[in-house]
């Protein structure tokens, strides 16, 4: 990209474009993805990956351009991609899981101080984005009581020590007895999901389902 056309895009951004190849898009989305790159993420067929437990589901695997599209989500400012994210679900029916009872929503909450460093909270939006396409109420049933360190570093024993009594059930909310369809943005060990997981079952939630975006291979 040379000068004349990087300060034409500073002066003049595009209303639409790719977050991957930055070509034009003709979706009406501030950042979306455009049919090539979307055809060259490595997708996980259902049931295709035996080490994704029948409860979870993910989209694609988080390396190559799945890796870097959930980067330019989390970390560059590209909210308008959960929706994207979510038609991918919807279009997939990733979403639909053989639950017993009508299902709701619930997200991996984050801090507020994370929140304001990232400008929006990547997990909500996922959720209320497929809230509003499958009609599944959403829940805000998660609270994150402690920031635990920084997991990039991390090997798998110590992500899961480090994740331990770091979520809990948000007070005055009730869903003994409720299937509970869990969204998360990358699944790494699964010691996030599973420590959401089991404060939502110590609530008394009969099932718990999972969807992330990625997984980790």
């Given at each position: 990209m040379n000068l004349i056309h990087w300060l034409s895009r500073?002066?003049?951004p595009p209303l639409q474009e790719c977050s991957l190849c930055h070509g034009e898009i003709e979706q009406e989305i501030d950042i979306g993805l455009c049919p090539k790159c979307q055809a060259q993420?490595?997708?996980?067929?259902?049931?295709?990956?035996p080490s994704v437990k029948k409860e979870h589901r993910a989209l694609f695997a988080y390396e190559g351009q799945g890796k870097e599209l959930v980067l330019n989500y989390k970390y560059r400012f590209q909210p308008s991609?959960?929706?994207?994210?979510?038609?991918?679900?919807?279009?997939?029916?990733?979403?639909?899981?053989?639950?017993?009872?009508?299902?709701?929503?619930?997200?991996?909450?984050?801090?507020l101080r994370r929140e304001k460093e990232r400008g929006f909270n990547s997990s909500l939006c996922l959720a209320e984005a497929l809230s509003k396409r499958s009609q599944i109420p959403?829940?805000?049933?998660?609270?994150?009581?402690?920031?635990?360190?920084?997991?990039?570093h991390l090997n798998k024993e110590e992500r899961w020590q480090a994740l331990q009594g770091v979520y809990?059930?948000?007070?005055?909310?009730?869903?003994?007895?409720?299937?509970?369809l869990l969204l998360d943005d990358v699944y790494t060990t699964g010691a996030t999901l599973h420590y959401c997981s089991e404060a939502l079952k110590t609530a008394g939630v009969r099932e718990v389902y999972a969807l992330t975006v990625a997984k980790t291979l």
């Open positions: 500073i002066i003049f993420l490595n997708y996980f067929a259902l049931g295709s990956d991609l959960a929706e994207v994210f979510a038609d991918m679900w919807i279009k997939q029916e990733m979403h639909l899981f053989p639950w017993q009872s009508q299902p709701v929503l619930a997200y991996v909450p984050m801090t959403l829940t805000h049933a998660l609270i994150k009581q402690k920031q635990p360190p920084e997991q990039h809990a059930l948000q007070k005055k909310v009730d869903i003994s007895g409720r299937t509970v």
